[in-house]
């Protein structure tokens, strides 16, 4: 009887460690899993906070950078309002208000209009737009630049070096397409004459180039003219200089027209004396 017993007894102490060694090991198990799944969410939610812009920001501002020198000039001279329902509107760019808020202070020194950090380089202050003020982005339909930049050529602005590529004809009929659309939807002829005069320019100074004979070229009617900075000092110089030279040049003439004056008195009282 006492046998039985103590065997029942050591069936239960040993029922009971083993119970206890099943739920110790697998609590790490359990943890491990916690920690897997905290960590996926994680990642996911990183995923979620990334904020990407189907537009590229340097091929908008090529095209921004064409249409302010090669366009505007002549838009400025017949002081033609472009609409807003016109792409190549400021309005209609995405990066603007961004592109607007770039302060560049020196060689080295970029700084954000927003938040005033400063940067070394301009595409670490692109990289700090995106991640930090991206909120700011109006990414309605129809505002990529970029988009545009088929019609507006800008590889021949991008580009350091042109590259000799074979030119494709169904892609220079896209192209001229695209840009005789942005003539009629920009300058409409029956708006008046200042719209037909940019209409005519907006086709030679862009769209007659969209093809393969090479016999166009692109902004043929010129682009808006820079002053450089050694002329302009130059310019400044001569100002400053020029009225220097001219009291010289007076100061000059009245010593020689005195000196001829005191010599003929000298030579006068030498006669009177004579004569005497």
């Known amino acids: 009887m006492k046998t039985e017993t103590f065997s029942k007894g050591t069936l239960v102490v040993f029922l009971f460690l083993c119970l206890s060694i099943s739920s110790s090991s697998s609590t790490p198990l359990l943890n491990q899993d916690f920690t897997q799944s905290a960590a996926a969410r994680t990642l996911k939610q990183v995923k979620e906070d990334v904020h990407e812009i189907h537009c590229s920001r340097e091929r908008s501002r090529g095209a921004w950078t064409i249409i302010q020198e090669y366009l505007m000039p002549f838009v400025e001279k017949e002081r033609y309002p472009i609409s807003t329902r016109c792409r190549l509107h400021p309005d209609n760019d995405v990066y603007r208000d961004q592109e607007q808020h770039k302060i ?8 954000c209009g927003y938040c005033k950090k400063r940067f070394y380089e301009e595409k670490y202050l692109d990289r700090h737009f995106d991640n930090r003020h991206y909120n700011l982005l109006n990414e309605s339909h129809g505002r990529c630049l970029a988009d545009l930049c088929g019609a507006l050529h800008c590889d021949l602005v991008l580009d350091i070096v042109q590259r ?10 896209r192209n001229k397409h695209l840009c005789e659309s942005l003539a009629h939807s920009c300058f409409p002829v029956n708006e008046g004459p200042s719209a037909g005069r940019l209409h005519e320019l907006f086709l030679r100074q862009f769209c007659d180039a969209h093809t393969c004979t090479g016999n166009q070229k692109p902004f043929s009617r010129g682009h808006r003219k820079q002053i450089s900075i050694p002329y302009l000092a130059i310019s400044i110089l001569t100002l400053l200089l020029l009225p220097l030279v001219y009291l010289f040049v007076y100061l000059y003439q009245r010593g020689i027209k005195r000196g001829s004056q005191d010599l003929r008195r000298i030579s006068i009282s030498g006669r009177k004396k004579k004569s005497y």
């Open 164 to 173: 000799k590529t074979k030119c494709n004809p169904a892609a220079a009929a």
């Open 104 to 111: 560049h202070k020196d060689t080295n020194e970029w700084r």
